[in-house]
T-cell receptor, first 113, second 113 residues
Framework: DTAVSQTPKYLVTQMGNDKSIKCEQNLGHDTMYWYKQDSKKFLKIMFSYNNKELIINETVPNRFSPKSPDKAHLNLHINSLELGDSAVYFCASSPPGETYEQYFGPGTRLTVT | LAKTTQPISMDSYEGQEVNITCSHNNIATNDYITWYQQFPSQGPRFIIQ???TKVTNEVASLFIPADRKSSTLSLPRVSLSDTAVYYC??????????????FGSGTQLTVLP
């Protein structure tokens, strides 16, 4: 009965490849997010999405794109992977109107070689 | 954006009270202050949030002075299992720019036996 789940937990791939990370939440939340955590532990938001609006952090390269097949899922697609994309990616969700209380998934460690 | 500043690291001993202070000098009127805890290889976990004065829950207390330019997370009688990274985050109520959800590098708390 995991609240926010991500797959895979680990992803190792080569530069130039395209990959996806899946996220699912069973909390009934309206808003989902993707974060990137680098080696210095900075946790930076990439996207915020609900069924009405996609909010993009403008610093995120357009090689990254979120895809939401339904309210409970927000997948992250990454095209033409680069070495600098290596990081831990976290999915999160929050109840309506309460963006200060987010529920995070366990993370996906992406390594680009 | 209400940028936050926290100490990089802190050490404490079991059974002591730990106070972690966060500075947010340009906090806006509708901003809330939130704190998250992150263990290694896990996603952040919401601890507490507040707007002003003092908030207490079963895990921690949050002290916010009248000018709201700083806040202090207080952990009573810490144990070894409280060793984690603690993030201070200032978020506009109801959302706001996606960039405002960037957590920063946090404070590494190490509890010693």
């Amino acid at each position: 009965d995991t609240a926010v789940s991500q797959t895979p937990k680990y992803l190792v791939t080569q530069m130039g490849n395209d990959k996806s990370i899946k996220c699912e939440q069973n909390l009934g939340h309206d808003t989902m997010y993707w974060y990137k955590q680098d080696s210095k532990k900075f946790l930076k938001i990439m996207f915020s999405y609900n069924n009405k609006e996609l909010i993009i952090n403008e610093t995120v390269p357009n090689r990254f794109s979120p895809k939401s097949p339904d309210k409970a899922h927000l997948n992250l697609h990454i095209n033409s992977l680069e070495l600098g994309d290596s990081a831990v990616y976290f999915c999160a969700s929050s109840p309506p109107g309460e963006t200060y209380e987010q529920y995070f998934g366990p993370g996906t460690r992406l390594t680009v070689t | 954006l209400a940028k936050t500043t926290q100490p990089i690291s802190m050490d404490s001993y079991e059974g002591q009270e730990v106070n972690i202070t966060c500075s947010h000098n340009n906090i806006a009127t509708n901003d809330y202050i939130t704190w998250y805890q992150q263990f290694p290889s896990q996603g952040p976990r919401f601890i507490i949030q507040g707007y002003k004065t003092k908030v207490t829950n079963e895990v921690a207390s949050l002290f916010i002075p009248a000018d709201r330019k700083s806040s202090t997370l207080s952990l009573p009688r810490v144990s070894l299992s409280d060793t984690a990274v603690y993030y201070c985050l200032v978020v506009p109520y109801g959302g706001g720019s996606a960039r405002q959800l960037t957590f920063g590098s946090g404070t590494q708390l190490t509890v010693l036996p």
